[in-house]
């Protein structure tokens, strides 16, 4: 090291300025925070449980688990307007109701057939 090259000391900006407008915190929901709730996770939770209601057989308990994780997350919307999911909780009951009775009906037709082709063979 060369002494005659002092080492600058760190630069730290003066307390009392405001952050940048990209870093600031806002009372209002972000944007992100409107595509990924991450505040109320019981939407998420009914919103993920709800897609994966419709993979077959897996609905049949998946799918009511969303409709009551969206019916929360719809609830504690309720109570706090501010609270972001709403879209996701109801997406959630939808596509928990559609896998439940998807699911239902193809365990009732493949247990019909199965009945028919045992009767059949006898």
Known sequence: ???????????HPPSN????????QSSSNSF????????NVDSLKAYY????????LFGLIIGPIAFLAGRRALRAVKADP??????????GIGCGWIGF???LLIVTLFTYLIFISLSKSQ
């Open 101 to 103: 009775i998807f699911n």
């Open 82 to 91: 501010k609270l972001p999911g709403k879209t996701h909780a109801v997406v």
């Open 1 to 11: 090291m060369n002494d005659e090259d002092p080492k600058a000391p760190p630069v």
């Open 49 to 56: 449980l709800g897609l994966f209601s419709i993979a077959p």
């Open 17 to 24: 300025m405001a952050p940048p407008p990209m870093f600031a």
């Open 32 to 39: 992100v925070d409107t595509l990924i709730p991450t505040k």
